[in-house]
């Protein structure tokens, strides 16, 4: 556990200014999570043969925004906010950026626009986005928790990095290093409700009758069972070709983006916290700069594959 924890407090912001000469910690206490946030940052790739995943912002275009904006190096360490419902107290003066879906963001219970800044005692709070389930909030400085195999990334499935965050946690800050970038419009991020997502075929196209046309044709929804770890579709079922029926393969290297196709013929799109391997065929591989609206598409997106060869 990376985090901090601390006693609950009935410390209002006026405490917090009632001295100006008191030197206050960099850190931010955690008051309420929502469903879920995590710390995370670029992920940690690399590391398969070790058996541990890339994790990272499962939206790193949101995650690098936000950083730029307060003036952190891109890689730093931000908060992923899974629907909103995040509320933190600045513990000191800071600038805090929040990216990714239309996310009202709330100081002292009033409306902002983002970047702003906290003062010590103010507290943040997000509402639920819109467009999209993931928002990332960053902090000049960066979360400063202790890294692991070279990142700051919570893992879900190797649980690698800090444990989801929870009330009371006390979060530090790094030092600012850098000028924030400032913008004139901020647009959010948005997942259509139609995604046509781009596949490559392969390696295990082979275990299916004309992968490409079945994947052309079919049509899925995005699972509520889906996760960091990979996005479940309901749906066409792919099933195997006639000669492939009741075999299995050894377990082989999984990447991220893997569309892998169990035994019920759905398919689940392999996201950032994923197995290393698997044993399941993988019919195709989806193109990299599709993965971010995938991971933010919620629980009923309509989607379809275009296979390329």
């Known amino acids: 556990m990376t985090t901090h924890r601390v006693s609950p407090t009935s410390s209002t912001r006026e405490s917090y200014v009632q001295d100006p000469r008191v030197q206050r910690p960099r850190t931010l206490t955690v008051l309420r999570t929502g469903p879920q946030t995590l710390v995370q940052d670029l992920g940690r790739p690399g590391n398969a043969h070790l058996g541990v995943p890339p994790s990272g912002a499962l939206d790193p275009h949101s995650l690098t925004l936000a950083n730029r904006l307060v003036g952190n190096p891109e890689d730093a360490a931000c908060l992923e906010v899974l629907l909103g419902g995040l509320s933190l107290r600045a513990n000191a003066s800071c600038t805090v950026a929040v990216t990714g879906p239309s996310t009202p963001a709330l100081v002292n219970g009033v409306l902002r626009d983002s970047p702003l800044h906290l003062a010590p005692g103010d507290t943040l709070t997000l509402g639920t986005p819109t467009g999209g389930l993931r928002s990332y909030v960053a902090v000049s400085g960066g979360i400063a928790v202790p890294a692991e ?160 060869g």
Request: net charge negative; with cysteine; hydrophobic share 40%.
């Open 149 to 308: 195999l070279g990142s700051r990334s919570t893992d879900l499935l190797s649980g690698l990095g800090p444990a989801p965050l929870r009330p009371d946690d006390e979060l530090p800050l790094g030092d600012p290093t850098g000028v924030p970038v400032g913008v004139d419009v901020l647009i959010p991020a948005r997942t259509p409700d139609d995604l046509v997502v781009p596949v490559h075929l392969g390696p295990r196209d082979d275990w299916f009758d004309d992968p490409a046309r079945r994947l052309r044709e079919g049509r899925w929804t995005v699972s509520d069972r889906s996760n960091r770890v990979g996005i479940r579709l309901t749906g066409t079922a792919l099933d195997r070709t006639a000669c492939r029926v009741g075999q299995e393969l050894p377990s082989e290297g999984l990447v991220t983006g893997a569309v892998q196709v169990p035994a019920d013929g759905l398919p689940v799109v392999f996201l950032a916290d994923h197995p290393t391997t698997g044993g399941y065929p993988v019919i195709g591989v989806v193109a990299a700069h599709v993965l971010p609206l995938l991971g933010q598409a919620g629980p009923g997106t309509r989607l379809r594959f275009a296979p390329r």
